[in-house]
């Protein structure tokens, strides 16, 4: 059976860390692109980070470079997400996925995500103080 399941959100204070794992059976993660993704109530999903299968490329827009780090313990069949300095802004339901087949990390990343293969349940993340 492939699932993805996340672990690790909570809640955290303004400027404070967390690491976000997300535990892949059924499949090789190894052969698959790699994405977290976030949404905030009443906004749409965005992808906020994603890495490739194959030349080690990543992407992380904006909002979240210099603070959030995408890898992938392929042996572990888990990939992670580390956040720092964490912001309110930051809260949300924080999904991984996996793409078999991408053009560029950046288009992974994007909206409408018809690439991608499979999706996490989600894990909830508050920044609060």
């Known amino acids: 059976q492939v699932q993805l399941v996340e672990s690790g959100g909570g809640l955290v204070h303004p400027g404070g860390s967390l690491r976000l794992s997300c535990e892949a059976s059924?499949?090789?993660?190894?052969?698959?692109?790699i994405g977290w993704f976030r949404q905030a109530p009443g906004k749409e999903r965005e992808g906020v980070s994603c890495?490739?299968?194959?030349?080690?490329?990543?992407y992380y827009p904006n909002s979240v470079k210099g603070r959030f780090t995408i890898s992938r313990d392929n042996a572990k069949n888990t990939m992670y997400l580390q956040m720092n300095s964490l912001q309110p802004e930051d809260t949300a339901i924080y999904y991984c996925?996996?793409?078999?087949?991408?053009?560029?990390?950046?288009?992974?990343?994007?909206?409408?995500?018809?690439?991608?293969?499979?999706w996490g349940k989600g894990t909830l993340v508050t920044v609060s103080s």
């Open positions: 890495a490739s299968s194959s030349d080690g490329s990543t």
């Open positions: 996925a996996v793409d078999l087949k991408i053009t560029t990390v950046q288009a992974m990343c994007a909206p409408p995500y018809y690439g991608i293969d499979y």
């Open positions: 059924g499949f090789r993660l190894d052969y698959y692109a």
